[in-house]
């Protein structure tokens, strides 16, 4: 049974930084484009950073260009979302999703294109 968990969420202060994972099980990762998305109280869910299967290419939100970093170990199972100069307005619960069909390109990170869904690891930042 294909499946997504994420983890690594948590409480911190504006300026700080914190390592998302997302590790698959039940199929092969190494395969499929991975995104992540977060979704704030009240407002739809938006893309965040995504990543291809075959060259690794990344795109990423205008809101966390330079800011965010996102990577993928195969042999692990597991897509990274580095997250540095966190700001409050990066509160959200945020997800990770894969697309089982052909890569994108710059439209990963539209939501519609992603087929199975992670359930969430919230991150908050405040002081």
């Known amino acids: 049974q294909l499946q997504l968990v994420e983890s690594g969420g948590g409480l911190v202060q504006p300026g700080g930084s914190l390592r998302l994972s997302c590790v698959a099980s039940?199929?092969?990762?190494?395969?499929?484009?991975i995104g992540w998305f977060r979704q704030a109280p009240g407002k739809e869910r938006e893309g965040v950073s995504c990543?291809?299967?075959?060259?690794?290419?990344?795109y990423y939100a205008g809101s966390v260009k330079g800011r965010f970093t996102i990577s993928r170990d195969n042999t692990k199972k597991t897509v990274y979302l580095q997250m540095d100069s966190l700001k409050p307005e990066d509160t959200a619960v945020y997800y990770c999703?894969?697309?089982?069909?052909?890569?994108?390109?710059?439209?990963?990170?539209?939501?519609?294109?992603?087929?199975?869904w992670g359930q969430g690891t919230q991150v908050t930042v405040s002081s």
């Open positions: 999703a894969v697309d089982v069909g052909p890569w994108s390109g710059s439209y990963c990170l539209r939501v519609y294109e992603y087929d199975y």
């Open positions: 039940g199929f092969t990762l190494d395969y499929y484009a």
């Open positions: 990543i291809s299967s075959s060259d690794d290419s990344t």
